[in-house]
Nanobody, 117 residues
Framework: QVQLVESGGGLVQPGGSLRLSCATS????????MGWYRQAPGKECELVAR??????SYADSVKGRFTISRDNAKNTLYLQMNSLKPEDTAVYYC????????????WGQGTQVTVSS
């Protein structure tokens, strides 16, 4: 059974940092391109960052502020978020990019990130 469990979200002030984690099981993590997605209220699901075996790419809105990484030994995906802005407020989800179909909130519980003073 495939499982992806996000954690690490919370309330942070603008300019602050958070590190999200996604613990996975039920599939061969190292062989998949993984992505972090987010969905803000009233908005569509957005791909924030993706990582293949070694290469990463980012949405323009987070480039230079967010860093995606993976630990294949731990089957875990990470997202380091720095210089957070109010517009980063959303529920964040991880997913295998191959299976990133439909609305984000159909994949799992995600982790809420709220950036506010």
């Amino acid at each position: 059974q495939v499982q992806l469990v996000e954690s690490g979200g919370g309330l942070v002030q603008p300019g602050g940092s958070l590190r999200l984690s996604c613990a996975t099981s039920g599939f061969t993590f190292s062989t998949y391109t993984m992505g972090w997605y987010r969905q803000a209220p009233g908005k569509e699901c957005e791909l924030v960052a993706r990582i293949t075996g070694i290469a990463a790419s980012y949405a323009d809105s987070v480039k230079g502020r967010f860093t995606i990484s993976r630990d294949n030994a731990k089957n875990t995906l990470y997202l380091q978020m720095n210089s957070l802005k109010p517009e980063d407020t959303a529920v964040y989800y991880c997913q295998r990019t191959l299976f990133a179909l439909g609305p984000c909130d159909s994949w799992g519980q995600g982790t809420q990130v709220t950036v506010s003073s």
